[in-house]
């Protein structure tokens, strides 16, 4: 069965730390992989996409970036965070050519000092 | 432009009785509607789905509306359970979407008083 990992769990960071979360998703090949961001009361906001290793699409331009060195493992790093930049990201992942929705991860809240 | 809006941000319901989560969309594009449901520092999880070929789905306790002419679905819960209580996303995307892009709403949280 598949499954998604995604961590740490939380973490405290100052600002103008870097910053690297990492997301692995196991049992299957050539998933399309997301990273989202929810900000405190907010909505689900789509970070970075990505339909094959080295292909990332970025929807907002921002602090951060994205990179899939690897067909299963999706990377969000900053080099210097911001305040803004505190919140829960979520990792996901959904079959190619599919339209049976994403599959998120348990995600990570990033607090930033 | 949000392509998809849930306008009510909270939802409060007696335990029993029904909630009905509402989600508007803009994009006649979009041919396939998810609901998910999130429980605090998780993620969310996948609730319930239609296509726009139909008009309802129903799942358990879970029914999904979908009116496509008004551009609008909504969530039903019957009877509502202490447990419902979460944030709960309306995602939509269509067939020719690079990539299988949900587009989510802003989410409403529901609570369930017992």
């Known amino acids: 069965s598949q499954t998604i990992h995604q961590w740490p769990a939380t973490l405290v960071q100052p600002v103008g730390s870097p910053l690297s979360l990492e997301c692995t998703v196991e049992?299957?090949?050539?998933?399309?992989l997301y990273w989202y961001r929810q900000a405190a009361g907010r909505g689900l906001q789509l970070l970075f996409y990505?339909?094959?290793?080295?292909?990332i699409s970025s929807e907002v331009p921002q602090n951060l970036s994205a990179s899939r060195p690897q067909d299963r493992q999706f990377i969000l790093s900053s080099k210097k965070l911001l305040l803004s930049d505190s919140g829960f990201y979520l990792c996901a992942w959904s079959v190619q050519g599919d339209h049976y929705g994403y599959t998120f991860g348990s995600g990570t809240r990033l607090t930033v000092v | 432009d949000q392509q998809v809006k849930q306008n009510s941000p909270s939802l409060s319901v007696q335990e029993g009785r029904i909630s009905i989560l509402n989600c508007d969309y803009t994009n006649s594009m979009f041919d396939y509607f998810l609901w998910y449901k999130k429980y605090p520092a998780e993620g969310p999880t996948f609730l319930i789905s239609?296509?726009?070929?139909?008009d309802k789905n129903e799942d358990g306790r879970f029914t999904v509306f979908l009116n496509k002419s008004a551009k609008h679905l909504s969530l039903h819960i019957v009877p509502s359970q202490p447990g419902d209580s979460a944030v709960y996303f309306c995602?939509?995307?269509?067939?020719?979407?690079?990539?299988?892009?949900?587009?989510f709403g802003g989410g409403t949280r529901l609570m369930v008083k017992p």
């Open positions: 239609i296509s726009s070929i139909k």
């Open positions: 995602a939509a995307t269509g067939m020719n979407n690079a990539g299988n892009m949900l587009t």
């Open positions: 990505s339909v094959g290793i080295g292909q």
């Open positions: 049992g299957t090949s050539n998933p399309n």
